[in-house]
């Protein structure tokens, strides 16, 4: 499995971005997508996350009601609308995809930087 993210780069306080990240090498899907990110000093901490069928959504308190999750299974993608950008939103951003035959097999994307400055 291989996973591509892009759409990563420099916003200021109150703009938007949108990180997308394609996944590839399997014929069966995916199961749960999600992103997570790892500030400076940081640990890597879960940002949002989406279940196979889209009823499952998962966000970090931090970005509810200013990030949205969403996938198109057709294409392998799942997108990251980050809204009303932070500058504590500034991190590396990492694709994260788990095997939709066995939940323990999990794969991550080489990470996408976000700054956000005022």
């Known amino acids: 499995v291989q996973l591509q993210a892009s759409g990563g780069g420099s916003a200021q306080v109150g703009g938007s971005l949108r990180l997308s990240c394609t996944a590839s090498?399997?014929?069966?899907?995916?199961?749960?997508m999600g992103w997570y990110r790892q500030a400076p000093g940081m640990q890597r901490e879960l940002v949002a996350s989406?279940?196979?069928?889209?009823?499952?959504?998962k966000y970090a308190d931090s970005v509810q009601g200013r990030f949205f999750i969403y996938r198109e299974n057709a294409k392998g993608t799942v997108y990251l609308q980050m809204d009303s950008l932070k500058p504590e939103d500034t991190a590396v951003y990492y694709c994260?995809?788990?095997?939709?035959?066995?939940?323990?097999?999990?794969?991550w994307g080489q990470g996408t930087l976000v700054t956000v400055s005022s």
């Open positions: 989406i279940s196979r069928g889209g009823g499952t959504v």
């Open positions: 994260h995809v788990v095997s939709v035959l066995d939940d323990r097999d999990k794969y």
């Open positions: 090498g399997s014929v069966y899907g995916f199961g749960t």
